[in-house]
T-cell receptor, first 112, second 118 residues
Framework: RKEVEQDPGPFNVPEGATVAFNCTYS??????FFWYRQDCRKEPKLLMS???SGNEDGRFTAQLNRASQYISLLIRDSKLSDSATYLC?????????????FGRGTSLIVHP | NAGVMQNPRHLVRRRGQEARLRCSPM?????VYWYRQLPEEGLKFMVY????????ESGMPKERFSAEFPKEGPSILRIQQVVRGDSAAYFC????????????????FGPGTRLLVL
């Protein structure tokens, strides 16, 4: 089983739609969770951290389910500019080292 | 405040040559990570460095690859005797602190160096 798994998609949705992505992780001791966004041939950029209580930033909502070992990202009212690959990142800290593990990403295409 | 800088942005090498990739972290950041991204793949961690110190190199191939982050100057990822399989995008990220248990410290990525081995 891969450490961090994501459905590669693509998710093809119309503008205004609501779309959700899940990401599962294998190590129950994982401590930090993030969603990054990566545009084609660009560097990843932090979208949001994911906290145990869940958190929201505008149209984006992230949730963490430790019992089932998954995190989710919900995008409401999709915009054309949301088209990108969304990377799930999970990290395990300890021994002075923090090594993030990236999922392969979920591709989102928002069309008019 | 300039972001993470990487150069060159594109690098073409022939098999057997050496590739040197440079990364200057954000101002005030003393920790650097290197990642490799193959086409249609996710980012793979390679190495985590502090100034003059390698903290974790568990993702580095055992041969031909090395990294350093000197007291002065950028971090360097060096690939000796490149092969076609080394063709990839190499991203550097920096953070201000040594990330410890429970911290949600953010990494900031540079634009990457795209290496093509002919």
């Amino acid at each position: 089983r891969k450490e961090v798994e994501q459905d590669p998609g693509p998710f093809n949705v119309p503008e205004g739609a609501t779309v959700a992505f899940n990401c599962t992780y294998s190590n129950s001791a994982s401590q930090s969770f993030f969603w990054y966004r990566q545009d084609c041939r660009k560097e990843p950029k932090l979208l949001m951290s994911v906290y145990s209580s869940g958190n929201e930033d505008g149209r984006f909502t992230a949730q963490l389910n430790r019992a089932s070992q998954y995190i989710s990202l919900l995008i409401r009212d999709s915009k054309l500019s949301d088209s990108a690959t969304y990377l799930c990142v999970v990290s395990l800290a300890g021994g002075g080292s923090y090594i993030p593990t990236f999922g392969r990403g979920t591709s989102l295409i928002v069309h008019p | 405040n300039a972001g993470v800088m990487q150069n060159p942005r594109h690098l073409v090498r022939r098999r057997g040559q050496e590739a040197r990739l440079r990364c200057s972290p954000m101002k005030g950041h003393s920790h650097v990570y290197w990642y490799r991204q193959l086409p249609e793949e996710g980012l793979k961690f390679m190495v985590y460095l502090q100034k003059e110190n390698i903290i974790d190199e568990s993702g580095m191939p055992k041969e031909r690859f090395s990294a350093e982050f000197p007291k002065e100057g950028p971090s360097i990822l060096r690939i000796q005797q490149v092969v076609r399989g080394d063709s990839a995008a190499y991203f550097c990220a920096s953070s201000p602190l040594l990330i410890r248990d429970g911290d949600q410290e953010t990494q900031y990525f540079g634009p990457g160096t795209r290496l093509l081995v002919l």
